[in-house]
């Protein structure tokens, strides 16, 4: 049984469910693998400026749009209805109940997403607090051929060798996580009370074993909505649920999570490019910019869970990065990584302060920035704290006698009062 029992039924917002928050309806599009097409982007930042917000990037890889009416949104589900095995809704209109993330920069990965989410697609069962990491730490596959094998594991001889990767998605705190490397088995790792381990099982089906992953915990959660709410003895039958619906290989466990921001910003060798919106907003301006890159040099985009955008397959990175230099940060320096926040105040009733005007404040006159990942929050619930280890900055009612005050810079009135409590392991947006 799970170690804490909910009270109520998840609530995560998705394509047709929506968050009514004090801006309007709230949207939230989950892509798969964080793979999004020049069209969908199109039709998501459109509908989030007749929203009068930026589009959102979340702690999940996911995609939000705020300060919808109800038939609006309606009509934005709809527009996005297409029949791709990435897209944000298929052909009948459904999305995938749950995150589903894959390491950005791999293509190696991109047919196991498609498998993945086909057989979630229109699941009940499935918590949306759930969360599902495939990562591939080959290092190698940029050049598409494994992901048009039905078993890319299975095809590692045919992928250019590189340096192993010390992971990505796999930081992120993910229930689920299943990683790949040369060779031609997938490890199984599940999140628990001290964050995610090896569950030493091994798989040739990398697709497989995940949804053999998810049905088990599934079959076996009752009321609770992440794998870190199971107590042991339920996480240990998950286990072996696994074993029984996949035939997995038991083997001694030896991997570790990646880090919690592996942010690389700027152009790579692979032909990628790495951008960060400041606090995963995209307005107007700066997506118009990344519409015209990728329409003009074919790139395919993928959302990350660290707020950021790579841009895939570009012909000129070195034109991509002049021409969104100016919307975006794509400076590895940039006082902007590894810095987020909830919406905050006006927009969020709940908020005690306008914790993005306050946060932008801080950057500005250098506290705020830099080696120390920090999430600013408007209240206690933290909404979209990342996973790994993280300062969480947390608005304090006026009244309260403990906390700082940050002062306002170019005579902005800030009413924000803080205090900072460090957290680990915990994803909420």
């Given at each position: 049984?799970?170690?804490?029992?909910?009270?109520?039924?998840?609530?995560?917002?998705?394509?047709?469910?929506?968050?009514?928050?004090?801006?309007g309806?709230?949207?939230?599009?989950?892509?798969?693998?964080?793979?999004?097409?020049a069209?969908?982007?199109?039709v998501?930042?459109?509908?989030?400026?007749?929203?009068?917000?930026?589009?959102?990037?979340?702690?999940?890889?996911?995609?939000q749009?705020?300060?919808?009416?109800a038939?609006?949104a309606?009509?934005?589900?709809?527009?996005?209805?297409?029949?791709?095995?990435?897209?944000?809704?298929d052909?009948?209109?459904?999305?995938?109940?749950?995150?589903?993330?894959?390491?950005?920069?791999?293509?190696?990965?991109?047919?196991?997403?498609?498998?993945v989410?086909?057989?979630?697609?229109?699941?009940?069962?499935?918590?949306?607090?759930?969360?599902?990491?495939?990562?591939d730490r080959?290092?190698?596959?940029?050049?598409g051929?494994?992901?048009q094998?039905q078993n890319?594991?299975?095809?590692?001889?045919?992928?250019?060798?590189?340096?192993?990767?010390?992971?990505?998605?796999?930081?992120?705190g993910?229930?689920?996580?299943v990683?790949?490397?040369?060779?031609?088995t997938?490890?199984?790792?599940?999140?628990?009370?001290?964050?995610?381990?090896?569950?030493?099982?091994?798989?040739?089906?990398?697709?497989g074993?995940?949804l053999?992953?998810?049905?088990?915990?599934a079959?076996?959660?009752?009321?609770?909505?992440?794998?870190?709410?199971?107590?042991?003895?339920?996480?240990?039958?998950?286990?072996?649920?696994?074993?029984?619906?996949?035939?997995?290989?038991?083997?001694?466990?030896?991997?570790?999570?990646?880090?919690?921001?592996?942010?690389?910003?700027?152009?790579?060798?692979?032909?990628?490019?790495?951008?960060?919106?400041?606090?995963?907003?995209?307005?107007?301006?700066?997506?118009?910019?990344?519409?015209?890159?990728?329409?003009?040099?074919?790139?395919a985009?993928?959302?990350?869970?660290?707020?950021?955008?790579?841009?895939?397959?570009?012909?000129?990175?070195?034109?991509?990065?002049?021409r969104?230099?100016?919307?975006?940060?794509?400076?590895?320096?940039?006082?902007w990584?590894?810095?987020?926040?909830c919406?905050?105040a006006?927009?969020c009733?709940?908020?005690?302060?306008?914790?993005?005007?306050?946060?932008?404040?801080?950057?500005?006159?250098?506290?705020?920035?830099?080696?120390?990942?920090?999430?600013?929050?408007?209240?206690a619930?933290?909404?979209?704290?990342?996973?790994?280890?993280?300062?969480?900055?947390?608005?304090?009612?006026?009244?309260?006698p403990?906390?700082?005050?940050?002062?306002?810079?170019?005579?902005?009135?800030?009413?924000?009062?803080?205090?900072?409590?460090v957290?680990?392991?915990?994803?909420?947006?």
């Amino acid at each position: 049984m799970p170690r804490s029992r909910r009270t109520r039924t998840d609530a995560c917002p998705g394509a047709w469910r929506r968050h009514d928050a004090a801006d309007g309806a709230l949207a939230r599009f989950r892509p798969v693998g964080g793979a999004t097409s020049a069209a969908e982007l199109r039709v998501l930042a459109g509908a989030a400026a007749l929203g009068g917000s930026p589009l959102e990037l979340t702690s999940r890889g996911s995609w939000q749009v705020r300060g919808l009416a109800a038939t609006t949104a309606d009509d934005l589900a709809d527009a996005l209805r297409a029949d791709r095995p990435d897209a944000l809704l298929d052909a009948r209109g459904r999305d995938v109940p749950c995150g589903l993330l894959a390491s950005p920069r791999s293509t190696r990965l991109d047919a196991v997403a498609g498998q993945v989410a086909a057989a979630l697609r229109g699941r009940v069962d499935v918590p949306g607090r759930l969360l599902v990491a495939l990562e591939d730490r080959s290092g190698g596959d940029v050049s598409g051929v494994a992901s048009q094998t039905q078993n890319p594991v299975q095809h590692a001889d045919r992928v250019r060798k590189a340096t192993p990767t010390p992971g990505d998605v796999s930081g992120q705190g993910a229930d689920v996580t299943v990683v790949v490397d040369d060779g031609a088995t997938a490890a199984l790792l599940l999140d628990g009370p001290h964050g995610v381990v090896d569950t030493g099982l091994r798989h040739p089906d990398a697709a497989g074993l995940a949804l053999a992953a998810v049905d088990a915990f599934a079959a076996r959660r009752d009321a609770a909505w992440r794998v870190r709410e199971l107590d042991d003895a339920t996480r240990a039958a998950v286990v072996d649920d696994v074993v029984a619906r996949s035939t997995a290989v038991v083997g001694t466990p030896h991997l570790t999570p990646g880090p919690a921001d592996p942010t690389a910003l700027g152009p790579h060798a692979d032909g990628s490019l790495e951008v960060l919106p400041r606090l995963g907003e995209l307005d107007v301006p700066a997506a118009a910019a990344l519409l015209d890159v990728l329409e003009q040099q074919g790139a395919a985009l993928r959302a990350t869970p660290w707020r950021t955008l790579v841009l895939r397959d570009l012909t000129d990175p070195a034109d991509a990065l002049r021409r969104l230099a100016a919307h975006v940060e794509t400076d590895p320096a940039s006082r902007w990584r590894g810095l987020s926040a909830c919406v905050g105040a006006p927009r969020c009733a709940k908020s005690l302060a306008d914790v993005r005007g306050d946060l932008a404040d801080a950057v500005a006159s250098g506290h705020a920035g830099g080696l120390v990942r920090q999430h600013w929050v408007g209240c206690a619930r933290a909404c979209g704290t990342p996973g790994g280890r993280v300062a969480v900055v947390e608005a304090l009612d006026s009244g309260t006698p403990l906390g700082y005050n940050v002062h306002a810079t170019g005579g902005r009135q800030q009413r924000g009062h803080y205090r900072t409590v460090v957290r680990s392991g915990r994803v909420t947006g």
